[in-house]
């Protein structure tokens, strides 16, 4: 069973007091984090949503961090790191499921609760919190397509491949092709969610002189944007995530036209927050909860309106601006933007 929660992010300027129900116990946890991408904003923003709730909670005296760019492998011995430090629990945002499974399996063994966010894991023992991924995708293509008319030519700028966050939103990607039957991929490039990567990889399409009408990206959206202005190409609608470069794109590029789909880093926080209530006896009524996403475009008053109400200038452009999920995290903007956990 899923449990699906709305998606209402609340503006980056305010305090976020939701309660979360998690009691002040005098227990004290440590817990364990495994990440495998750097140098992505999304990524950090989460890392820093995990220490800043850990910091809120009151309940975790320290948090083992495994941050680097690295392969299922590689997580796969982080992971076993973890185990062996006997932490209490592992937030986990997983490179691959199948290929981190036995690791996670030992860890539940082990006594130690599993937390999987952002992507969905194999290993039926962890429980998951998560943006939903497959309607991520669903809802920007059908935007997109719609907004060109119904037929033509996209360029298709997927993440990493293997992930299952990439696995999912390629199945909503398609689930809205099938249904324009007019509207072609003319070009598929996974990004790997690098923003130098991405950007060059539209450049050098941009080179071939290939005709397209539209880009649906998987978050990596303000470079694709740079990249149309910098090389004088006509710009088309673009879909990204709720980044807070490209959303102040949306609001400032003059005949750009797109969409933001909310992508919250800040599911890292819930994921502390799960991880305490399962360690405090309070277990999930299912073993899978997903945050549904909205979607912001600039194509009518009322959305324009709306992502001129959600914009954060502040924030580093590639962070979501949904810095924080209502009812999960009760952090302030100043503490996520501290980036510091317990301890620091």
């Known amino acids: 069973m899923k449990k699906y929660l709305a998606m209402v992010p609340l503006l980056a300027g305010a305090a976020f007091l939701a309660s979360v129900g998690v009691s002040s116990a005098e227990a004290k946890y440590t817990i364990g984090v495994s990440n495998t991408v750097q140098g992505n904003g999304w990524r950090e923003e989460m890392i820093c949503a995990i220490k800043a709730q850990a910091l809120a909670s009151d309940e975790v005296t320290k948090l083992n961090i495994a941050h680097r760019n690295t392969d299922a492998a590689g997580q796969l011995e982080d992971i076993r790191n973890l185990i062996s430090a006997k932490v209490n629990a592992i937030v986990v945002n997983p490179a691959d499921p199948a290929g981190i499974k036995s690791a996670l399996e030992e860890a539940t063994k082990a006594g130690i609760v599993v937390v999987a966010v952002d992507q969905a894991v194999t290993e039926p023992s962890a429980y998951i919190i998560s943006n939903n991924q497959e309607q991520y995708a669903y809802l920007g293509a059908k935007w997109l397509f719609q907004q060109i008319g119904g037929k ?6 997927r993440g990493a491949a293997g992930a299952s966050a990439d696995s999912d939103r390629d199945k909503g990607f398609k689930k809205a092709l099938a249904e324009f039957p007019d509207v072609k991929v003319v070009h598929e490039v996974f990004t790997g969610w690098q923003q130098d990567q991405g950007k060059q990889q539209i450049l050098d399409f941009i080179a071939t002189g290939s005709p397209f009408n539209g ?27 709720d980044n807070a470069g490209f959303v102040g794109q949306l609001n400032s590029v003059e005949g750009l036209v797109g969409a933001a789909v909310t992508n919250p880093g800040s599911i890292g926080g819930a994921g502390v927050t799960l991880a305490l209530q399962i360690l405090n006896g309070k277990k999930p009524a299912e073993q899978t909860v ?10 009518t008053e009322e959305g324009k309106a709306k992502l001129k109400s959600v914009a954060d200038p502040s924030l580093s452009p590639e962070w979501p601006v949904s810095i924080s999920i209502p009812e999960w995290t009760t952090y302030t903007k100043d503490q996520i933007i501290a980036c510091k956990g317990p301890g620091e």
């Open 290 to 299: 997903l945050v549904e996403p909205q979607l912001w475009e600039n194509a």
């Open 152 to 157: 033509g030519d996209v360029v298709y700028m």
């Open 215 to 241: 880009i649906w990206t998987s978050g990596i959206d303000n470079v694709i944007v740079d990249a149309l202005v910098e090389s004088q190409t006509p710009l088309v609608p673009v879909v990204g995530a």
